[in-house]
C-alpha cells in the first residue's frame, strides 16, 4: 500500500496534484492496482506537508500487521492432514471485539430464561465474519468449520436455522448497540445520512401470503421472482446507522416517511440531512422532510414534466463555473441558484420555502451516456431494416410508428404500419448527456 500522486485536472491552465493510496495485487499473473482511498487536491490545501504526513499516518493504521503461528503437525507438508485454513478471521476477531457483541448476545441468551444447547454469541459471530472472507449461504457456510485457524465454535446447521427465531426478535435493538460502540470509539457525525434501496429476489413461485415479504415488486435485475426490499441508512463515513426490509411490491419513495422518523426516535436525532437519488425524489417525501425541519440532497430529473422547471437554467450559460481541460474542452462546469419552492404539508396547507438548486455538467458522464443512446440508436436501425425485436426494448423510445398508406406512401389515419427512427428524441437525449441537477435544502 502506498501513495500515488496524479495530475489530472487543470484549473486555468495550472494542473492539480491529486492523491491516492493504492494497493498493488496480482490476478490472473498480471500484476495490478486498485484504489484504496482518495483524496483532494495538493495545490488547494493551506498546509501541504501536514496533510501528506496525515494521509502517511492513515496508511500506517489502515496496514497494521498481525502475526500467525502456523503449526507444524496441522499444516505441514509432511504432516497427516494437510488442510488450507482461513486465517483472517483471526484479524476480523479484533474489529469484531470493539463492538462488544459477545456481551451483548449473552446477555440477551440468559434473558431469554430458556434452555438452548447452542451460544447465540457463537453463531451471529461466525456467520458476520463469514460473511465478510466467503459469502455463501448459510448451509454452505457452516461447511467452512472445520477449516478455520483456532477454531472455538461448535453449533450445527439445524442450531444456526433454529437461533434465527430468537436473533430476529433483536433486530433493531442490536443495531442501535452496535451503531453506539462505534460512536464510544470514533464519534461520528450524524448530521448527514444517506439513504438507498436494493432488493433481493427469492427463488420461489409464487407470492408469500400478505402478511409476509416475498412479493413481485419492481426488481433491480429485472426478474419476475418475488422480491424483498431493503432500504438502508449509512452516515457520510459509510458507517451504518439503520437497516430496514419491507415488502417487496412496495416502492422505493414510499419507505422513506415512516423509516426516517424511526431512525429520529432510536437515536435521538433532532435534524439531519438526508442524501439520496432519484428513486426517493418525490414530492411527497420532500414535503415530510420540510415540515419535519430536515434538509435534504436528492438528485433529480432533468427530462419530462418533472424537469420542465429547471430547463431554462440548465441550457442558459451565464453564471457557469466552467473548468477547462489542457486543449480547451470543457471538463466541467456548475451553477446554483435560488428558488422558491411550494410544498403542502400534512395539514394540507400551501406553503413557500427557499431552496438552492446545483446543475452540472460533467464531461466524463457526457461520454457514458452518450455511448449508451448511439449503441440504442444502432439496435434501433437494425430492428427497422430486418423487422427483428418484435417485442419492445430499451431501444425502442428511438423507433417511431408512422401510418403509411401503401399505394401513395402518405402518412394517413389507417394503414400499413412503418417504422423509422425517431430523430427528436435522439437528439433530446443527446441533448441532456452529461447534465445532472441536485435540488437541496440544509437545516
Not at 500522486?5 to 500484476?31: D, H, I, M, Q
Not at 451460544?119 to 467452512?144: G, W
Not at 448527514?192 to 415488486?217: A, M, S, V
Not at 462546469?333 to 411550494?342: A, V
Request: net charge positive.
Amino acid at each position: 500500500m502506498f501513495l500515488k500522486y496524479e495530475k489530472r485536472e487543470y484549473t486555468k491552465g495550472k494542473p492539480l496534484t491529486f492523491l491516492r493510496v493504492v494497493e498493488g495485487y496480482w490476478e490472473n499473473g498480471k500484476s495490478k492496482q486498485r484504489t484504496i482511498k482518495s483524496y483532494g487536491a495538493l495545490e488547494k490545501q493551506s498546509d501541504p506537508k501536514a496533510y501528506i504526513k496525515m494521509i502517511k499516518d492513515e496508511i500506517e493504521e489502515m496496514t497494521q500487521k498481525i502475526t500467525i503461528t502456523i503449526p507444524k503437525s496441522k499444516n505441514a507438508n509432511d504432516a497427516i492432514h494437510n488442510i488450507n485454513y482461513f486465517y483472517s478471521l483471526s484479524f476480523l476477531n479484533n474489529l469484531y471485539s470493539i463492538l462488544d457483541l459477545d456481551t451483548y448476545f449473552n446477555d440477551y441468551q440468559r434473558k431469554l430464561n430458556i434452555k438452548i444447547q447452542y451460544n447465540l454469541a457463537e453463531i451471529i459471530k461466525y456467520y458476520s465474519l463469514m460473511h465478510i472472507v466467503k459469502p455463501d449461504s448459510k448451509r454452505r457456510t457452516i461447511s467452512y468449520l472445520n477449516y478455520l485457524y483456532n477454531n472455538s465454535y461448535d453449533f450445527s446447521e439445524d442450531d444456526t436455522y433454529n437461533s434465527m427465531d430468537y436473533l430476529y426478535e433483536v433486530f433493531d435493538d442490536v443495531q442501535v448497540y452496535m451503531r453506539n460502540k462505534i460512536n464510544e470509539k470514533l464519534n461520528l457525525d450524524t448530521s448527514r445520512i444517506l439513504y438507498d434501496c436494493t432488493n433481493y429476489y427469492c427463488e420461489i413461485d409464487f407470492n408469500d401470503t400478505i402478511d409476509n415479504l416475498r412479493h413481485r415488486g419492481v426488481s433491480k435485475e429485472h426478474r419476475i421472482d418475488p422480491i424483498i426490499g431493503m432500504g438502508l441508512f449509512i452516515d457520510m463515513n459509510g458507517v451504518p446507522l439503520k437497516m430496514k426490509v419491507f415488502n417487496g411490491n412496495v416502492a422505493e419513495s414510499v419507505t422513506l416517511v415512516d423509516s426516517i422518523k424511526e431512525l429520529k426516535d432510536k437515536y435521538k436525532l433532532s435534524k439531519l440531512v438526508l442524501v439520496a437519488d432519484k428513486g426517493i425524489n418525490s414530492n411527497t417525501n420532500i414535503n415530510r422532510l420540510i415540515e419535519s425541519g430536515n434538509g435534504y440532497v436528492f438528485s433529480q430529473i432533468l427530462k419530462g414534466k418533472k424537469g420542465n422547471k429547471f430547463q431554462d437554467e440548465l441550457f442558459n450559460e451565464e453564471n457557469y463555473h466552467i473548468r477547462f481541460s489542457v486543449d480547451g474542452g470543457i471538463v466541467y462546469k456548475s451553477k446554483t441558484y435560488i428558488e422558491d419552492y411550494t410544498y403542502i404539508n400534512s395539514k394540507g396547507e400551501q406553503k413557500i420555502t427557499k431552496r438552492k438548486v446545483l446543475i452540472y455538467y460533467d464531461a466524463k458522464d457526457h461520454y457514458i451516456a452518450k455511448k449508451k443512446i448511439l449503441e440504442k440508436v444502432e439496435i434501433s436501425k437494425r430492428s427497422i431494416i430486418n423487422g427483428a425485436y418484435s417485442i419492445p426494448k430499451g431501444f425502442e423510445e428511438y423507433v417511431e410508428y408512422l401510418i403509411i398508406d401503401k399505394t401513395t406512401g402518405l402518412e394517413v389515419s389507417s394503414a400499413k404500419v412503418k417504422k423509422d427512427l425517431n430523430t427528436t428524441q435522439i437528439e433530446k437525449n443527446l441533448k441532456y448527456a452529461g447534465y445532472k441537477s441536485i435540488p437541496h435544502t440544509f437545516v
